[in-house]
């Protein structure tokens, strides 16, 4: 007995449709996660938005390479942004102070 073409296809759509599923879901628990696990406040995004389009744009708000890129351009942040950066404990008024020392040598 030859099975139909429907028959046939059966276990595929099955599987694609497993796929999409699984998919799904994944996103949903990383949507979900995401945003407890790199939660930006809304006065850091605020203060510091200039300076996220001006030099690290190309990276996700609240991930860990935004974060490396903003510390790599910690010289040419705003004062705003700093002054935000510290209030929300993302850095430390000591580190700022050891970055402008250092910078201005």
Known sequence: MIPTPAARRAPIVRLATLAATATLAAL????????????????????????????CSSHAVGSAALRGCMKANGPRLSPRCVDALVAAGEISHSYVQKRRSASAN
């Open 28 to 55: 949903a628990l990383a949507v979900t996660l995401a945003p407890a696990a790199h939660a930006v406040s809304s006065s850091v995004r605020s203060a510091c938005m200039s300076d996220y389009f001006a030099y």
